[in-house]
């Protein structure tokens, strides 16, 4: 990972994002506020050896919503998107993530990957998820993954049964869940800032019950 | 000095969905006390395990466990381990990103405060250091306090890291797992006389699980129970083993 | 008279016999027998001797199709031109194809794969039954005695007009889009299998045994009704190509499976290039049933398939395994759907898709959870295999989930060939189309070998020879 192109986000702009030759572009979204309708954000790997890295956090609650397509094109070769979301969903709070990530013909040696983990942590919050995959070329690494749930029952156990609480078992678990992404993460500022953020969140998330 | 009665479980009967594992299990537990519990797979030992420890997965049917006069099956998980209960599993769960030394500490602060409520939460670095001291006697590498709990661990290093947290939690009664599978010869020595000393010292009960007779070359037992069909069948001395291993488990439940 | 070129081509695809046969008919005659009104339907239903609750079905989907729009994604059907085709054939119509007009292609593939001279008439639909009515007999006269009902759904509909008309278009119904309204307007042939309770069926039920040409057909409509505690598997297709001179073919097919009853529904389809196969397959399961489609399609010039599988009950089960290959100018959309409509439901998608020679291959599935459906466990896997640097391959997966207490888990890759497995293969002295061959084979084996014995053995045939000449 690259620490010196690295920003960080606090929403998901309707933008379209052009990556030139040789370039590295990390983005961070720490996304605690929603917004209505859906963003469309495209990132265009327009040159040879362009990459791209996106990692968002988001930590919904009350009746937040999080819409957006995400567009990924491929178009040189050599080039990279990549993108990581992990979301973690209180009350009633909703995401709706698609994620369009198409490799044209010419795009030979393109890695891509798009994953979408989120955590439901109460009766009304909702997700959808739409990893698309548009290939063009064989010449490619491609795959995506996505998953929704709640805490993992067997994790909540190990960690009960060593005498934590129920709160405290299930905060180390949802930190835990967006620490495995973090750590790719090489800025320790922005790590710590949704460390913290994510502190917060769960603190409110007890406080509402 | 008479030893006390810690754990008493009285004809307790479990099921999961509609099929019944535990059939009417009765053991006495003393301060002090190794036990081993022997049966082939399926016989409902890991089972009885899991129920003491409250899954969830679990319904239990009938018959009551008191740990201390204490009605355990009332507790919720956290509570019986803050009871003093210790479960090694025999597969230790995987949690990633979670930190092992960061969990570690809480676990022990947390049965910390269960009992004294005045009592004083052990930071990361005074942590730390009791992890390293315990982590050097069962010869673990100690960048294993700041990786993700098990994940990534061989069968060996998940069974030390079991071990490990039972020493700085400092159960009444531990109930371990299949603790030989997974290690090798110099390894189950070093877990074993690490598991003898924290024995004598705490005064904990000990309960082994197994399915191989090799156990007792490590461990000597006050008492061995063989469990067939959810059941306690029989119970003995180690001539009970001798007989297994001449004929299998099937020469001791004909009798 | 010579026979112009063009309608020479002309008569190659349609499989008439000869110009002159063809040209005999009188030019009106020939108009009424292509594109669709109320007097086809109306002569259909007249012809099949229905009730008139059939027919006024019929003619409400027809109503239902002339509004409802062609779907607005998808791959390319501008090729369907709806005024030109042939919707129903009369009997008396149905000409023998002659077996010198069969293209060379599917000629080539039966020698290749070994057909026997028989079965190549029958495929080729220019034999008369097939000799496996024999076979077919005694397996019938054991399932009769267990009031096991297995007819054509023409003869279903005259023989159980009551539990036919229960079960008939509740999967279903015609408006669910513009193709299963043409299907209810027109449908013809098809299986009807009814399982009475605790009746287990140990042998496959197969669509081969009651076929007879006018049911290897375009509009066929399946309906499977597994009362509670039953199982069956039924078969339909085959591996070898099958040329077909009808170029819209838009089955659909509706399974209920009923408490603690298990169906398993089995396609292979290889139809000829001429193609556009696209079907409608739904299954409703109840309280701890379980539904299993295991789709094989390895032809047609576009298939639009999605099985579909509603977890109406707690308990129930779904599976849906499907296995795609995409050749030259070929493009399989292909998927499934599965929706959890209560607690305690588990499914299980797993799609392999290979794609080679400029074909396109697409996965398109659906998994939904509503509110309240709460102990869910899904599983979606879904791996293409490009083979080639001018095929495609897609991935449309969506997961709409509502209800926190569930475990959702999808996975994709998309790759060619791993560069270091071709190596070892070949360091052990294998070549590389060989060593190619091995790993598609092991690549598809997952789903192939769920598949009945002489059906699997076929298709790795049909896979290697798909590969020869592939490579290089």
């Not at chain 1, 070769?77 to 979301?87: E, G, L, M, V, Y």
């Not at chain 3, 389809?269 to 109840?286: D, G």
């Amino acid at each position: 990972m690259f620490k010196n192109n690295i920003r960080l986000l606090d929403t998901i702009p309707n933008d379209t994002i052009i990556l030139e030759k040789n370039s590295r572009l990390i983005l961070v979204g720490l996304l605690e506020q929603g917004w209505s309708g859906q963003r469309h954000l495209v990132i265009d790997a327009q040159a040879k050896d362009a990459h791209c890295e996106c990692i968002f956090f988001i930590l919904g609650s009350h009746d937040s919503s999080f819409s957006a397509k995400i567009e990924a094109i491929h178009r040189a070769p050599f080039t990279s998107i990549k993108a990581r979301f992990r979301a973690a969903l209180t009350d009633s709070a909703s995401c709706d993530i698609e994620g369009i990530w198409k490799v044209e013909k010419k795009a030979i040696g393109a890695d891509t990957y798009f994953s979408h983990h989120t955590l439901l942590l109460s009766d009304k919050a909702s997700a959808k998820t739409a990893p698309y995959l548009e290939i063009k070329t064989d010449e490619v690494k491609a795959g995506h993954a996505a998953s929704v749930g709640k805490v993992d029952e067997d994790s909540l156990f190990y960690l009960l049964s060593r005498g934590l609480s129920e709160y405290e078992a299930r905060t180390l678990l949802v930190e835990g869940f967006f620490e495995a992404e973090l750590s790719a993460i090489e800025d320790d500022d922005i790590k710590n800032t949704i460390r913290n953020s994510v502190v917060s969140f769960l603190s409110h998330a007890k406080n509402e019950k | 000095m008479t030893k006390k009665t810690i754990l008493q479980i009285k004809n307790l009967r479990a099921a999961i969905g509609d099929t019944k594992i535990l059939n009417g299990v009765s053991l006495q537990i003393k301060s002090g006390e190794t036990h081993i519990i022997m049966g082939q797979n399926g016989s409902g030992k890991s089972t009885l395990l899991s129920v003491l420890m409250g899954h969830p997965r679990y319904d239990v049917l009938g018959g009551s466990v008191t740990l201390n006069k204490k009605n355990l099956l009332k507790m919720s998980v956290p509570e019986r381990a803050q009871a003093g209960i210790f479960l090694g599993f025999q597969h230790p769960q995987a949690v990633s990103g979670v930190t092992f030394g960061n969990f570690l500490r809480l676990a022990h602060n947390s049965i910390a405060t269960a009992h004294d409520p005045k009592s004083v939460p052990v930071g990361p670095a005074p942590f730390a250091n009791l992890m390293r001291a315990e982590m050097e006697k069962l010869k673990m590498d100690s960048t294993f306090i700041s990786r993700f709990i098990n994940e990534g661990f061989s069968g060996g290093e998940k069974k030390k890291s079991e071990i490990l947290q039972m020493a700085l939690l400092s159960p009444k009664i531990a109930f371990l797992d299949e603790i030989d599978s997974g290690l090798d010869i110099d390894a189950l020595k070093i877990v074993v006389t690490e598991l003898v000393s924290i024995q004598k010292k705490q005064g904990m009960g000990l309960v082994i699980v197994s399915h191989n007779p090799k156990i007792l070359d490590f461990i000597e037992p006050d008492k061995i129970h063989i469990m067939s069909k959810g059941k306690i069948v029989t119970q003995g001395g180690k001539e009970i083993v001798a007989k297994i291993e001449q004929g299998g488990y099937s020469a001791l439940l004909k009798d | 008279m010579p026979v112009p070129k063009k309608t020479k081509n002309l008569l190659a695809q349609t499989g008439q016999t000869s110009a002159f046969s063809f040209r005999t008919k009188t030019k009106s005659f020939f108009a009424a027998d292509k594109g669709l009104n109320e007097d086809i339907i109306r002569e259909i239903s007249a012809q099949k001797s229905e009730p008139r609750w059939m027919l006024e079905f019929r003619l409400r989907a027809y109503e239902i199709f002339l509004k409802k729009k062609m779907p607005a994604w998808g791959p390319d059907l501008s090729g369907i031109d709806f005024a030109n085709l042939h919707y129903y054939i009369r009997p008396q119509d149905r000409v023998k194809r002659d077996w010198k007009d069969l293209p060379v292609e599917i000629k080539d593939t039966f020698d290749k794969l070994g057909i026997p001279e028989a079965e190549r008439k029958f495929l080729a639909g220019t034999g008369a039954q097939f000799e496996s009515e024999m076979v077919y007999h005694s397996f019938a006269e054991n399932l009769a005695k267990q009031g096991v009902i297995f007819e054509s759904t023409d003869d279903a509909l005259k023989h159980h007009p009551d539990i036919f008309k229960k079960y008939f278009g509740t999967i279903v119904p015609p408006a669910d889009n513009k193709f299963a309204a043409l299907n209810s307007a027109v449908w013809s042939g098809g299986s009807f299998i009814y399982i009475p309770k605790g009746v287990q069926v140990d042998l496959p039920l197969q669509a081969y045994f009651r076929i007879n040409s006018e049911n290897m057909g375009q509009f066929e409509r399946t309906l499977i009704i597994a009362d509670e505690g039953s199982s069956v598997h039924y078969v339909e297709g085959c591996t070898a190509p099958t040329y077909s001179s009808e170029s819209l073919h838009s089955a659909v097919v509706e399974v209920i499976v009923k408490k603690g009853a298990r169906v398993q529904y089995t396609t292979i389809q290889n139809w000829s290039n001429n193609v556009y196969n696209l079907v409608t397959k739904r299954a409703a399961a109840y309280e701890n049933a379980q539904m299993y489609w295991l789709d094989c399609n390895l032809g047609s010039k576009v298939t639009m398939k999605y099985p579909s599988i509603l977890l109406c009950q707690k308990g129930a089960k779904g599976e849906i395994q499907s296995l795609a290959f995409a050749g030259h100018e070929q493009h399989q959309d292909a998927g499934g759907k599965v929706i959890h409509l209560s607690a305690n439901t588990s499914s299980t998608i797993i799609s392999k898709s290979i794609s080679k020679k400029g074909g396109h291959s697409t996965y398109r599935g659906l998994v939904k959870v509503v509110p309240d459906a709460n102990n869910v466990t899904t599983r979606v896997v879904c791996d293409a295999l490009m083979l080639d640097k001018d095929s495609r391959s897609d991935t449309y997966p969506v997961m709409d989930i509502k209800e926190q207490d569930v475990a959702i888990a999808h996975e994709a890759t998309v790759s060619k060939i791993g560069e270091e497995e071709l190596f070892y293969l070949m360091s052990r002295g294998l070549s590389e189309e060989q060593a190619a061959t091995l790993i598609v084979n092991g690549f598809a084996n997952p789903i192939v070998k769920q598949l009945p014995m002489e059906y699997a053995v076929e298709l790795n045939r049909l896979l290697t020879l798909e590969m020869t000449g592939s490579v290089g």
